[in-house]
């Protein structure tokens, strides 16, 4: 039963980084359109968010990384990336 949810876990975060890298080149391609800096922002730090959050899976899971210092790894790059987009979009 473990091994199905380590299995679906890996197709879901593949999933999320696929998406987050779609969205992320969505909004690079917006900036270069556009050109609004803000955009340019907004796109780093969602993929930020999106590569950081596979890369923890990844530490836990193919390096051991205890589960309590991957979600604190997690959380200090939710907010590196939240702090990228904000200071895209309010600090220009």
Do not use: N, W
Not at 37 to 49: E, M, N, P, R, S
Not at 71 to 83: R, V
């Amino acid at each position: 039963m473990t091994d199905g949810i380590i299995i679906l876990l890996g197709i879901v975060k593949i999933g999320a980084l696929v998406l987050g890298g779609v969205v992320s080149l969505l909004a690079y391609r917006a900036y270069q359109r556009t050109q609004i800096d803000g955009l340019q922002y907004f796109a780093v730090g969602l993929l930020v968010i999106t590569i950081g959050t596979f890369l923890v899976g990844i530490l836990h899971h193919i390096f051991g990384i205890p589960s309590v210092q991957g979600m604190l790894f997690e959380s200090i790059i939710y907010c590196a990336g939240f702090l990228i987009m904000i200071y895209g979009l309010y600090g220009q």
